[in-house]
T-cell receptor, first 112, second 114 residues
Framework: KQEVTQIPAALSVPEGENLVLNCSFTDSAIYNLQWFRQDPGKGLTSLLLIQSSQREQTSGRLNASLDKSSGRSTLYIAASQPGDSATYLCAVRMDSSYKLIFGSGTRLLVRP | GAGVSQTPSNKVTEKGKYVELRCDPISGHTALYWYRQSLGQGPEFLIYFQGTGAADDSGLPNDRFFAVRPEGSVSTLKIQRTERGDSAVYLC????????????FGQGTRLTVV
């Protein structure tokens, strides 16, 4: 059974810092991995989608990497801003299924 | 529509009552998903539709939960004899139906059973 773990559960950093959020999964037979952002009381906003054949994806200040063989993905946020404060979730899609399996998220606070 | 729309945004109901939650996916999206999110946790899969049919309902917790998508667009999640443990945020997502494309989520319905 696939399990997705995100570390740390919570992170507080001063504005301007570069930071890395971690996601690990136990079964490497994934089709793709998606990073989401969730603001309090809101739904999920898709940030980046990485196919299993890809190593990384970039969007603005965000860079997501994927090491499928070791079961790891990282989300790198450059020059963090208070507006980046939110919960960040990673989710994997298995080869044989359309459903997403989520981690519990990392709650990020960027202090002004 | 521009995005996935869910109604109502909040629903408070008494234990034992029946509730319906509605999801209006992005126009043209053939795949639709329901997830449930408890406080402090990631969303958990409930059911997946491809068109009108439920392709995977393995996440529905028991037979009190049922979902339909009669015309391949709007979907309704139905919960009978609600229990306090059903309280959660119910999220709907849609995608174009290709397995390598992004899923787009609605804002969710916060269900509280008192």
């Amino acid at each position: 059974k696939q399990e997705v773990t995100q570390i740390p559960a919570a992170l507080s950093v001063p504005e301007g810092e570069n930071l890395v959020l971690n996601c690990s999964f136990t079964d490497s037979a994934i089709y793709n991995l998606q990073w989401f952002r969730q603001d309090p009381g809101k739904g999920l906003t898709s940030l980046l989608l990485i196919q299993s054949s890809q190593r990384e994806q970039t969007s603005g200040r965000l860079n997501a990497s994927l090491d499928k063989s070791s079961g790891r993905s990282t989300l790198y946020i450059a020059a963090s801003q208070p507006g980046d404060s939110a919960t960040y979730l990673c989710a994997v899609r298995m080869d044989s299924s359309y459903k997403l399996i989520f981690g519990s998220g990392t709650r990020l606070l960027v202090r002004p | 529509g521009a995005g996935v729309s869910q109604t109502p945004s909040n629903k408070v109901t008494e234990k034992g009552k029946y509730v319906e939650l509605r999801c209006d996916p992005i126009s043209g999206h053939t795949a639709l998903y329901w997830y449930r999110q408890s406080l402090g946790q990631g969303p958990e899969f409930l059911i997946y539709f491809q068109g009108t049919g439920a392709a995977d309902d393995s996440g529905l917790p028991n037979d009190r939960f049922f979902a339909v998508r009669p015309e391949g667009s709007v979907s309704t999640l139905k919960i009978q004899r609600t229990e306090r443990g059903d309280s959660a945020v119910y999220l709907c997502a849609s995608s174009s139906g290709q397995v390598n494309t992004e899923a787009f989520f609605g804002q969710g319905t916060r269900l509280t059973v008192v």
